[in-house]
């Protein structure tokens, strides 16, 4: 059982704003920033987003991310269908001094 | 460009010790600014964050296989390694070397292909 929790799916048509979260508790999101990342079938994970709602050069800014006290939340606008993939939440946990992921969200673009 | 590679065996059998290595090129393990992880995914599951390693020597490992795991690197060739002993079918997985980038925040900016490793007999 993962130490991040969320959802396991979510789901949106082509052009919608859909927005996935990620909870957690003070020792990891409380206390550090979150990361975000897609894994589209069949392929290693990409970075979406790092230190909670900054994107690294090359992802489109229809991905954003943000953090309020030990929940976190990724948001895809204008959803296309190569969005389809699982999303992952990461962030440092300072009990267990080691990275923590969510179980992974799987988004279904209708 | 960096890139990651995984290598190593396919298959192991239960009881006996796992081991890959990572290989980086283009960039310098030694230049002391990133980590450099180790992340395995079994089928149809999510991403297990298994260990890190720093040019320094520094490690740290996930706590629930701590027991069985070593991670080392060479700088020389440009390459981190690691080893799962007494493995089970549980530890069959898809493994990913990845390279935590301190200009990013430590995430994991870049990743191998993956090493799919099946322990079986």
């Known amino acids: 059982q993962s130490v991040l929790t969320h959802p396991p799916s979510a789901s949106g048509t082509p052009g919608q704003k859909v927005t996935v979260s990620c909870s957690g508790s003070r020792s990891n999101i409380g206390s550090g920033s979150v990361r975000w990342y897609q894994q589209l079938p069949g392929t290693a994970p990409r970075l979406l987003i790092y230190n909670n709602d900054q994107r690294p050069s090359g992802v489109p800014d229809r991905f954003s991310g943000s953090k309020s006290g030990t929940s976190a939340s990724l948001a895809i606008s204008g959803l296309q269908s190569d969005d389809e993939a699982d999303y992952y939440c990461a962030v440092w946990d300072n009990s267990l001094n080691g990275w923590v992921f969510g179980g992974g969200i799987r988004l279904t673009v209708l | ?121």
């Open chain 2, 1 to 121: 460009q960096v890139q990651l590679q995984e290598s190593g065996p396919g298959l192991v059998k239960p009881s006996q010790t796992l081991s890959l290595t990572c290989t980086v090129s283009g960039d310098s393990i030694k230049s002391g600014g990133h980590y450099w992880s180790w992340i395995r995914q079994p089928a149809g599951k999510g991403l297990e964050w298994i260990g890190r390693i720093h040019s320094s020597g520094s490690i740290n490992y996930n706590p629930s296989l701590k027991s069985r795991v070593t991670m080392s690197v060479d700088t020389s060739k440009s390459q981190f390694s690691l080893k799962v002993t007494s493995v089970t079918a549980a530890d069959t997985a898809v493994y990913y070397c990845a390279r935590e980038n301190r200009d990013s925040d430590y995430a994991f900016d870049c990743w191998g292909q993956g090493n799919l490793v099946t322990v079986s007999s």
